[in-house]
């Protein structure tokens, strides 16, 4: 695991950290794909908050050029989790992001579960097949 050197970084991670270690390690992971996209751009998470805070960087084109960074990287749903992620420590320094703002300029990619389907018959008589237990077998007629 790599690690990041920024005062910043550490001064958050050890806030989010306090309650929950697993939260840490999600923010961390989420962090280490931030200091990857902003790498090219001669930036780290610890130097880009002097930047957003005096609005020099627009806060919003940095999230949407993130998402995109990330979309072929990961899942729609973890890139949810790390936008998120990515917000709360933005906050955490003081930069103002607008939910109705966010929404219209940072486009998010759409998730859509698989429909639920209902069990076939070939379906229950596998079940029924591979079951030895007579009791679980009354339990699934």
């Known amino acids: 695991m790599q690690v990041i050197n920024d005062t910043r970084v550490n001064t958050f991670l050890n806030s989010i950290g306090r309650n929950s270690p697993n939260s840490r390690r999600s923010y961390y992971t989420a962090l280490m794909h931030f200091t990857n996209f902003?790498?090219?751009?001669?930036?780290?998470?610890?130097?880009?908050?002097?930047l957003?805070?005096?609005?020099?960087?627009n806060v919003y084109e940095i999230l949407d050029q993130f998402v995109s960074y990330l979309s072929?990287?990961?899942s729609k749903s973890t890139?949810?989790?790390?936008?998120?992620?990515?917000?709360?420590?933005?906050?955490?320094?003081?930069?103002?992001?607008?939910?109705s703002k966010f929404k219209r300029k940072v486009k998010m990619p759409r998730f859509y579960p698989d429909p639920e389907e209902p069990l076939t018959l070939?379906?229950?008589?596998?079940?029924l097949e591979y079951?030895?237990?007579h009791r679980l077998r009354t339990y699934y007629f």
Request: glycine share 2%.
């Open 79 to 99: 890139l949810k989790v790390y936008i998120a992620d990515i917000r709360s420590y933005f906050q955490y320094y003081d930069v103002d992001i607008s939910n």
């Open 131 to 133: 079951n030895g237990n």
């Open 122 to 127: 070939a379906d229950i008589r596998e079940l």
């Open 52 to 57: 957003l805070t005096k609005r020099k960087v």
């Open 38 to 50: 902003l790498k090219p751009r001669k930036q780290t998470p610890d130097t880009i908050i002097p």
């Open 72 to 74: 072929d990287k990961v």
